[in-house]
């Protein structure tokens, strides 16, 4: 399914370290395959009074993960697709759980703005590969910055955590990866429709992102914005009419979206 096992003991302790496991919390796994990473968690919140939730697409691997955990009452196993999956189900308030996993690198995007869906956890540590961490947390005006590092930085803080070579997982993969925290920004900026504006800004932008601003504010079919608000909306983002997204921050694509018709 597109995943590579983590074997590196050093690193499993490493990651359980930086997932930080608060009192009473409640810490979902996505991805725990053989549970390289569920035994140190489970550890950790069965000494803070926590719980540890184990999601696992592979019907195989929840079966054995079931029978290791199955004397334990603070683990779950659910065999289920996370994508599929409303956090609301898995605990009263999603806004206070902790996420973490070793997700397989072809669904990183689709898993990463699913997780940022309303109402987002606290935190979520995620083993990606470096190429898209470096896209995740990229910085305006970079070669990587472009509509993901928006998507991701518009609603929460980036931090690139540990480094990952191929060798320390099985398979070894033939890319590096990297452990990235992502924290959801409490209160959130921007209201939902204020957010469901930010994509749609966001994503015709950097569809014509050779193009200039002013020009693919006017004449984008998804934005069409008439020639009086321009100035407005391209001095809220801190632009000029002649720049290019890339050049445009978090937080100016942000005051953009808010003056959206």
Same mark, same amino acid.
């Given at each position: 399914?597109?995943?590579?096992?983590?074997?590196?003991?050093?690193?499993?302790?490493?990651?359980?370290?930086?997932?930080?496991?608060?009192?009473?919390?409640?810490?979902?796994?996505?991805?725990?395959?053989?549970?390289a990473?569920?035994?140190?968690?489970?550890?950790?919140?069965?000494?803070?009074?926590?719980?540890?939730?184990?999601?696992?697409?592979?019907?195989?691997?929840?079966?054995?993960?079931?029978?290791? @955990? !199955?004397? %334990?009452?603070? /683990?779950?196993?659910?065999?289920?697709? $996370?994508?599929? #999956?409303?956090?609301?189900? +898995?605990?009263p308030?999603?806004?206070?759980?902790?996420?973490?996993?070793?997700?397989?690198?072809?669904?990183?995007?689709?898993?990463?703005?699913?997780?940022?869906?309303?109402?987002r956890?606290?935190?979520i540590?995620?083993?990606?590969?470096?190429?898209?961490?470096?896209?995740?947390?990229?910085?305006?005006?970079?070669g990587?910055?472009?509509?993901?590092?928006?998507?991701?930085?518009?609603?929460?803080?980036?931090?690139?955590?540990?480094?990952?070579p191929?060798?320390? @997982? !099985?398979? %070894?993969?033939? /890319?590096?990866?990297?452990?990235?925290? $992502?924290?959801? #920004?409490?209160?959130?900026? +921007?209201?939902?429709?204020?957010?469901?504006?930010l994509?749609?800004?966001?994503?015709?932008?950097?569809?014509?992102?050779?193009?200039?601003?002013?020009?693919?504010?006017?004449?984008?079919?998804?934005?069409?914005?008439?020639?009086?608000?321009?100035?407005?909306?391209?001095?809220?983002?801190?632009?000029?009419?002649?720049?290019?997204?890339?050049?445009?921050?978090?937080?100016?694509?942000?005051?953009?979206?808010?003056?959206l018709?």
């Amino acid at each position: 399914m597109g995943q590579n096992f983590l074997v590196d003991g050093n690193l499993r302790r490493r990651i359980v370290e930086e997932t930080r496991v608060a009192p009473h919390e409640t810490v979902l796994e996505i991805g725990p395959g053989r549970g390289a990473l569920s035994e140190g968690l489970a550890r950790e919140v069965q000494e803070r009074e926590g719980r540890l939730v184990l999601v696992e697409l592979d019907r195989e691997l929840a079966r054995r993960l079931s029978h290791r @955990f !199955r004397e %334990r009452s603070d /683990v779950t196993v659910i065999q289920a697709d $996370i994508l599929e #999956l409303d956090l609301a189900e +898995l605990t009263p308030d999603p806004r206070g759980l902790k996420v973490v996993g070793n997700i397989p690198y072809n669904l990183t995007t689709p898993i990463v703005f699913h997780l940022l869906t309303r109402p987002r956890p606290s935190e979520i540590l995620l083993m990606v590969q470096r190429e898209v961490a470096q896209r995740i947390a990229a910085e305006p005006g970079s070669g990587d910055y472009g509509a993901l590092s928006v998507g991701v930085q518009s609603v929460a803080t980036v931090e690139r955590v540990l480094k990952a070579p191929p060798e320390v @997982f !099985r398979p %070894r993969p033939k /890319v590096h990866s990297e452990v990235i925290r $992502i924290r959801p #920004l409490e209160p959130p900026p +921007l209201d939902p429709d204020e957010e469901l504006a930010l994509r749609r800004l966001t994503r015709a932008l950097f569809q014509w992102r050779r193009k200039q601003l002013r020009k693919t504010l006017r004449d984008h079919p998804d934005l069409g914005v008439a020639p009086e608000l321009l100035d407005r909306i391209l001095a809220a983002g801190g632009a000029q009419p002649t720049h290019r997204p890339e050049t445009v921050s978090p937080e100016g694509f942000v005051a953009m979206a808010r003056l959206l018709p």
